[in-house]
């Protein structure tokens, strides 16, 4: 769908919007956030990682810069998930089926349509796609991976989420983590 895959529905600025994770072969990386510690203003928001994306290339992240020079099934508008959007990816396309996280914020997302609560240790289960169970040709690596969202209250951090089991907390920006890009459709 959309160049890749069906991931979820998020609520942006009262906007319903699909998200489509992109092809694991095209369209995900291993990179810096950023290399260096700046404050990037314009990348602090949990649900918008466009917005935090085009920020974060203009402020000269190749991984930004990376998510928006790809070409995927003549689509040109990828970006690195929010936050938000990647919470939403993880609660659909979750690859094992390993307990959940339970720490801190870990399941609560208010831009997810329909807002969802904490993880419980079974809910959210693997999902059912194969191809993005472990071990699948489109699955996520259970590895941290980058959102877009700097941290907002210290610009040396910025947010990554465990795939294997959801866990969200934020990591020096200078640091080599996956990301996968994504797009979205207004619905």
Not at 111 to 137: K, N, V
Not at 173 to 184: H, Y
């Amino acid at each position: 769908m959309g160049g890749g895959f069906y991931a979820g529905r998020i609520m942006i600025d009262g906007k319903a919007f699909a998200l489509i994770a992109s092809p694991k072969a095209e369209g995900e990386t291993e990179k810096e956030w950023i290399s260096d510690y700046q404050d990037v203003p314009g990348a602090k928001s949990y649900n918008d990682g466009l917005a935090n994306t085009i920020a974060m290339a203009e402020a000269g992240s190749e991984l930004a810069q990376w998510a928006r020079d790809l070409r995927i099934a003549d689509h040109d508008d990828w970006y690195i998930p929010s936050q938000d959007e990647l919470e939403i990816i993880y609660r659909n396309l979750k690859p094992t089926a390993r307990e959940n996280s339970q720490y801190g914020r870990a399941g609560i997302n208010v831009s997810a349509i329909e807002p969802t609560r904490p993880y419980t240790p079974e809910l959210p289960a693997q999902t059912q796609a194969e191809a993005f169970q472990e071990g699948g040709d489109e699955a996520f690596e259970t590895e941290w991976y980058w959102t877009s969202t700097q941290h907002a209250s210290d610009s040396n951090y910025a947010w990554i989420q465990y795939l294997d089991n959801g866990n969200q907390t934020n990591y020096f920006k200078t640091n080599e983590f996956r990301a996968r890009a994504v797009r979205r459709l207004a619905i």
